[in-house]
């Protein structure tokens, strides 16, 4: 029997062996491991790809988000508002900074907030938005751009999971983006940047992650130790070189698993948002609720990986909980959602392999239902 993991890292690794082995050693060798010209040009490549004026490279995606709202320098006790269906992550920055969340639901084709949505939890008190680019693309951003510009209120776009859906970006939200190793484009370790077209913005970011400081030892704000790794800078200067193809290659996947998947009724297949293009960081299928873990189960026994990217509402999480409280279609979605395995590397054998099971699976079921 085969085993197909969610992701694999090692293939990938091994497609690139010797350009990263050489950027790696050079680091080793120039003994350089914070900061240097790793950075300064993986920050000009980064901003060059996606179109933005600043990229500041920093420690990790929730530290990116951390950044843009301790720049942000919103009043006490602000309320932001943030889809409840994201990684927790993007609301843990926000308490963690002592604002109050305020979740919004989301749309159960895209998985994100809509204009709509947003509006239904607005208050005066709400002083910004983060919108989640979940899964690989993203959302109707110009519509809830305009709406964070009639409110008068900030707009931070969490790109952890969509970086290279879209290109020439010329918006003037903050933007962040996380390079865990699974990620579009994945460090070695952890990573993550904000990206922005305000100069002075750009500059505040900069000092924030560097302890404050623009000079050595001397502090001119209260900052963080978030700095990304000059090796890890070597990799992604070079993994950048090929995102494109490599995201053409999660496209040729996602389209392997559509011809395959979908004539199954009780399947709903990833829906394309009009608003960019799909990276397919998750290929991520609905299911009939009473049927997903069953499905998840019966996969795994045949050596398949799958995963539920999220079973809980971020406000059913002990840490977040909110009493009284929930969302339809996020409910909806954190007892039907299951992200299949999806990677550059994986081959049609492997998903002619996962699609033949999904698909004895409901076979199954409706012969046991007729019995
Ligand atoms: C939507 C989202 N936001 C933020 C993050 C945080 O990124 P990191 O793990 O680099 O801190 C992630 C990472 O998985 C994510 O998926």
Request: with cysteine; charged share 20%; aromatic share 10%.
């Amino acid at each position: 029997m085969p085993f197909i993991p969610i992701v694999d890292l090692q293939k990938q690794y091994f497609s690139l062996q010797a350009e990263i082995d050489a950027a790696v050693l050079a680091c080793l060798r120039e003994a350089q491991y914070v900061g240097g010209k790793q950075i300064q040009e993986l920050e000009k490549a980064l901003s060059n790809y996606i179109g933005m004026d600043y990229a500041i490279a920093c420690g990790n995606g929730t530290d990116a988000l951390q950044l843009c709202l301790m720049a942000l320098e919103l009043p006490p006790r602000s309320k932001i508002i943030v889809p409840a269906f994201t990684y927790i992550a993007t609301v843990e920055v926000i308490r963690l900074l002592g604002y109050e969340i305020v979740y919004a639901d989301v749309d159960p084709d895209t998985f994100q907030c809509t204009p709509e949505t947003i509006d239904a939890v607005f208050s005066p008190d709400v002083k910004a938005i983060i919108a989640v680019h979940l899964y690989g693309q993203t959302g109707n951003i110009a519509a809830i751009s305009a709406f964070a510009k009639q409110k008068g209120i900030f707009l931070i776009e969490d790109n952890a999971q969509s970086f290279g859906s879209e290109k020439n970006i010329r918006r003037n939200s903050l933007i962040t983006t996380s390079f865990y190793p699974s990620k579009n484009l994945g460090a070695y370790g952890d990573g993550g940047a904000v990206f922005t077209n305000d100069a002075s913005m750009a500059q505040k970011i900069r000092k924030l992650a560097n302890h404050g400081q623009t000079k050595k030892y001397t502090h001119e704000l209260v900052g963080i130790n978030s700095r990304l790794d000059t090796i890890q800078a070597a990799i992604l200067q070079v993994k950048l070189k090929h995102l494109d193809q490599f995201i053409a290659a999660r496209q040729q996947v996602a389209s392997w698993y559509d011809d395959a998947l979908n004539d199954i009724a009780s399947l709903h297949l990833p829906v394309r948002s009009p608003f960019s293009s799909h990276t397919f960081y998750l290929y991520t299928i609905r299911v009939r609720s009473d049927n997903r873990d069953a499905l998840q189960q019966y996969l795994f026994n045949q050596g398949i990986t799958t995963v539920v990217h999220y079973p809980q509402p971020c406000y059913r999480q002990q840490a977040y909980l909110q009493e009284n409280f929930s969302l339809m279609n996020t409910e909806l979605l954190c007892k039907s959602v299951l992200s299949l395995p999806l990677y550059p590397e994986i081959t049609k054998e492997e998903i002619q392999y996962i699609c033949k099971h999904i698909r004895l699976f409901f076979e199954n079921e409706a012969a046991s239902k007729a019995m």
